[in-house]
């Protein structure tokens, strides 16, 4: 809820939220180094410590788990997928973006390629400084990376740099609401949403769509309330994030596809003649992807280790059909306020014709 409240009384001034999230963005930014640099010279000053050697990091293969090799690698994919997820969030945030037909794309790629660059690079000083890999792999806090630090830093290190690394989770979280709050609201505005009405109002003091953030505050924290039950549950809504984000991408690109692009006007960035291949490499990724993720750990699963986002997905996906069939299909895209987007939508790209 502090999350909401920040969006809430920081739009009342335009510059405050966007100087906040810069500061959360190059704050990041420099923990990862910050990060990257203390797991390496702990390990390299500390006599007790020491490096593994490159064929453990890219050349050995470890699969603990009851599956084939192809099934545990499918299946570790989710979490590396989750890191090159979320791009779409300057889209929600398209209509207050300056020379959004330029800017828009430009955001999109700069995130996937720091993505996978500080991904990638992470990745490989974290398995050069790993110790213990038991230890690691089942930690006693049940956090993997918080042993592995615990390894290299020592105790009190790991306070020092998880204490910096909580508070600004706390400002991505910030950022995190802003985009979501625009997702629900637009998605109300186009009628998509039950109770659109009352979630498009935009409060004329603070500057913000209030109602829409207060909405999604309190379901988001009805889901934290079930953290304190069991962390399955938890775990299967992360999870499924990552699904429901994939099968989010897959379905433009499968309407590009078998419809084409004739009636969609190209902008300043285009895939060429590379377009039709890229697509279908796209959209089969995500459906092999999107099946395996859905895997349990094990193929003879307990309650306790069952991959419960399939459950979450289903539920989500039910109450969405209901919805379309019983309102949706009558006013999603046939409310006055999506109609007059795609008006101003038509109208600009005839401007940009001209």
Not at 143 to 153: G, K, W
Not at 336 to 345: N, P, Q, T, Y
Request: net charge neutral.
């Amino acid at each position: 809820m502090l999350m909401t409240f920040s969006n809430v009384i920081a739009c009342r001034k335009d510059w405050i939220l966007r100087w906040f999230n810069n500061l959360v963005g190059a704050w990041f930014g420099g923990e990862f180094i910050v990060f990257s640099l203390a797991i390496l010279i702990a390990v390299g000053v500390n006599k007790e410590l020491a490096f593994q050697p490159p064929s453990f990091i890219f050349g050995r293969w470890i699969n603990d788990t009851e599956w084939s090799d192809g099934v545990a690698w499918f299946i570790g994919l989710v979490q590396s997928a989750y890191g090159l997820t979320a791009f779409d969030a300057v889209i929600h945030l398209i209509e207050e973006l300056p020379s959004p037909r330029k800017n828009g794309p430009r955001v999109l790629w700069l995130s996937i390629i720091s993505g996978a660059a500080s991904g990638g690079i992470f990745m490989i000083v974290c398995l050069f400084c790993i110790q213990n890999l038991e230890s690691v792999l089942d930690p006693a806090s049940g956090l993997p990376f918080v042993e592995l630090v615990r390894q290299t830093v020592g105790p009190q290190g790991t306070i020092a740099l998880f204490s910096i690394f909580v508070f600004n989770m706390l400002g991505q979280g910030v950022s995190i609401t802003t985009t979501a709050s625009r997702l629900t609201w637009g998605f109300a505005r186009d009628g998509g949403l039950p109770f659109s009405t009352y979630l498009t109002h935009v409060d004329t003091y603070w500057n913000v769509p209030a109602r829409a953030l207060w909405v999604q505050g309190v379901i988001i924290s009805l889901v934290g309330v079930l953290y304190f039950f069991t962390e399955a549950v938890v775990d299967a809504v992360v999870s499924v994030s990552t699904i429901a984000l994939t099968i989010s991408y897959a379905l433009p690109i499968f309407a590009v596809v078998v419809f084409g692009m004739s009636d969609i006007p190209l902008g300043t960035f285009s895939l060429g003649r590379l377009r039709p291949v890229i697509n279908w490499v796209g959209l089969i990724y995500c459906c092999v992807t999107t099946v395996f993720l859905l895997f349990p750990g094990s193929p003879s699963p307990s309650v306790v280790t069952m991959n419960w986002a399939i459950a979450v997905f289903g539920a989500m996906l039910l109450v969405a059909i209901v919805f379309w069939f019983t309102k949706g299909k009558r006013t999603y895209l046939r409310t006055d306020a999506a109609l007059g987007e795609v008006f101003r939508a038509a109208q600009l790209e005839d401007l940009d014709s001209v």
